[in-house]
């Protein structure tokens, strides 16, 4: 189980930078000299390198030696994310962000993929949800550590992640064994695999759902450090310990997120959460002091907590034997809407210099993706209620 806190280390490195532009981004905007709707695009084109590139790092992947493709990615993420530190110009630090979201998306995967080979088969649970823990851990910790950070020089915190990523790096080349595959194929195909999942009837409505919320979810989330200091006037370090919250509730969500979808089912829990959390979105540039926001941060990552992991649930009813392109896909409908979302936020919040516009958008999005969902789950009782006919 050592190597599995290893991949935790990992996850939280990759989880950190993923997250680290929201508190930074309204310094950032004034170092560059750019206005607020360009600034999202720092935090985009990350998304936009990922999302791109996980189509293709899935099934490449599942055809090579799951090391090498984990160890090239970590290091094409630590010289993108150093040379975000040194980046002279807003358009250099936005292709440099691009490259570090490419890298990341040859990362990540090969941990969900590496897990159930290195593990004994009873411990492959306890494993996928410490490495899960490595991304709740980066918002209650990254982001906090980003700020602190941040408060010596904007350059400091791309520096010490890079750093941090090549000490894994070196640690992972000496304890990480080889993991190639069973039948190397001689010209993998990467279009097949989608082309399969693509043809069963819902697979386009869950990704669509997924895409909404998640387009929703980081309209709001990049712009909260920028909203944080244009009406509170927080710092930059202050943003990021305001921020401390949001993983707190998702680590806790998280844990007990299991017990509560047991009890009143998957789609209800998801549903119901949805709901909340579009409320929770809507109403947060309405109430009237610093300590009502940070409840409503806690309570809204709280539910992101319980009803993320059903979300993937849902997404892993697709096809059960297809689950590292699955999972590729996942990722890039993620970072696809975090693409969308951002810059749409960025536009909306430009415009009317009022944040409750993001969350509006926000909340009319969960709505969307909230009614897709509901249309998936009466569609999985008609088709059961049909099987128990037979």
């Not at 904007?154 to 039948?183: G, K, N, Q, Y």
């Not at 059903?310 to 059960?320: D, R």
Request: aromatic residues 14%; contains cysteine; positive net charge.
């Amino acid at each position: 189980m050592n190597r599995i806190w290893l991949f935790f280390s990992v996850m939280f490195v990759i989880g950190t930078d993923t997250f680290l532009l929201s508190p930074l981004l309204p310094l950032l905007q004034d170092q560059f000299h750019v206005s607020t709707d360009l600034s999202g695009w720092m935090v985009s084109a990350y998304a936009l390198g990922y999302a791109l590139f996980a189509f293709i790092a899935g099934p490449i992947s599942d055809r090579l030696n799951r090391k090498t493709v984990m160890l090239w990615g970590l290091a094409g993420f630590i010289v993108s994310t150093f040379l975000c530190g040194i980046a002279p110009s807003f358009a250099a630090m936005c292709l440099f962000r691009f490259a570090a979201g490419v890298s990341a998306a040859f990362v990540t995967p090969q941990i969900w993929a590496s897990i159930p080979v290195i593990v004994q088969p009873s411990q492959i649970i306890k494993g996928m949800g410490i490495a899960t823990a490595g991304l709740a851990a980066s918002q209650m910790l990254g982001l906090p550590i980003g700020g602190f950070l941040a408060s010596f020089t904007w350059h400091t915190p791309f520096f010490v992640l890079s750093a941090c990523s090549l000490i894994l790096l070196l640690i992972l080349a000496a304890v990480m064994p080889d993991i190639r595959p069973s039948e190397p194929l001689a010209r993998p195909s990467i279009v097949n695999p989608y082309r399969e999942l693509f043809s069963l009837p819902k697979t386009s409505v869950i990704l669509l759902a997924y895409f909404l919320f998640q387009t929703g979810n980081f309209a709001s989330f990049s712009f909260l450090g920028t909203w944080l200091s244009a009406d509170y006037h927080l710092t930059v370090s202050q943003i990021g310990a305001a921020m401390l919250v949001l993983g707190l509730g998702n680590m806790l969500g998280s844990l007990i997120g299991s017990r509560v979808s047991e009890k009143l089912g998957m789609f209800k829990t998801l549903i119901s959460g949805m709901l909340l959390m579009g409320a929770l979105y809507f109403a947060l540039p309405f109430f009237p002091n610093l300590f009502l926001v940070e409840a409503g941060f806690f309570l809204t990552f709280f539910t992101a907590g319980i009803i993320f992991p059903l979300m993937m649930g849902v997404f892993q009813s697709i096809a059960p034997n297809a689950r590292g392109t699955i999972a590729s896909l996942s990722n890039a409908a993620m970072y696809a809407g975090t693409t969308v979302g951002t810059s749409i936020a960025g536009f909306l919040y430009q415009s009317t210099q009022h944040f409750g516009a993001v969350t509006g958008f926000t909340a009319i999005l969960f709505i969307l993706s909230m009614t897709l969902y509901q249309a998936i789950s009466k569609t999985g009782k008609r088709q059961s209620a049909a099987r128990a006919q037979m």
